[in-house]
């Protein structure tokens, strides 16, 4: 099998696992009101569609990835917007999410994202732009699954919601991060297909 076709089976597979799961968090996350849950579900159907776009694009000619890549480092920041405007929203009322589904649902999340990591990791140096998106926004996800975990056990002790409203600012922070290092790849890209052109 290709290294493309290897790809595009991987980003299939991520995706299938990102869309379910992002229909499961935003459930819960209208249950119990928290801040981190919407950005994580949210952030989970970006990387549904990211994944299906890559599939589609993993078999393009290089420049022509170089553009997709470009909009996946834009698509990629969405989340992080919907987010901040959920935190300023859940500030007005700063109640504390029910801590038990939070956590249930997060350490689910974390499985998700450590399935879909593991399925990308053999790519995440070989396939460009693309199989960076996917890997970054697998990888960060993890990261969000193991501070909203952290956020339901402080608030065990600390009846409030900002630790929720904290952890998913920084979730957006970490997205935001992740949509320039993807850019950067996708310029990268497009200047090699340039220079290979010319």
Do not use: C
């Amino acid at each position: 099998m290709s290294d493309v076709s290897a790809l595009r089976r991987a980003v299939l597979a991520v995706a299938l696992i990102n869309l379910a799961y992002a229909v499961v968090e935003f459930t819960v996350s209208q249950f119990i009101g928290s801040v981190a849950l919407v950005a994580d579900s949210i952030d989970f159907l970006e990387d549904g569609i990211l994944n299906m776009l890559i599939f589609f694009a993993a078999a393009w000619p290089l420049r022509r990835r170089a553009r997709v890549g470009h909009a996946l480092a834009v698509v990629i920041l969405v989340p992080a917007a919907v987010t901040l405007v959920t935190a300023v929203v859940k500030i007005l009322d700063p109640s504390r999410p029910e801590t038990i589904p939070l956590s249930v649902t997060a350490f689910g999340a974390l499985l998700a994202n450590l399935a879909a990591a593991a399925i990308l990791s053999r790519h995440r140096h070989h396939g460009g732009s693309l199989a960076r998106a996917a890997w970054l926004s697998a990888r960060n996800d993890a990261l969000a699954n193991v501070a909203i975990l952290a956020t339901a056990a402080i608030a065990l002790a600390w009846v409030s919601g900002w630790p929720d409203i904290i952890v998913g600012v920084g979730i957006a922070a970490i997205n935001a991060d992740a949509g320039l290092k993807v850019w950067r790849a996708a310029t990268k890209e497009r200047l090699e297909a340039r220079y290979a052109e010319a």
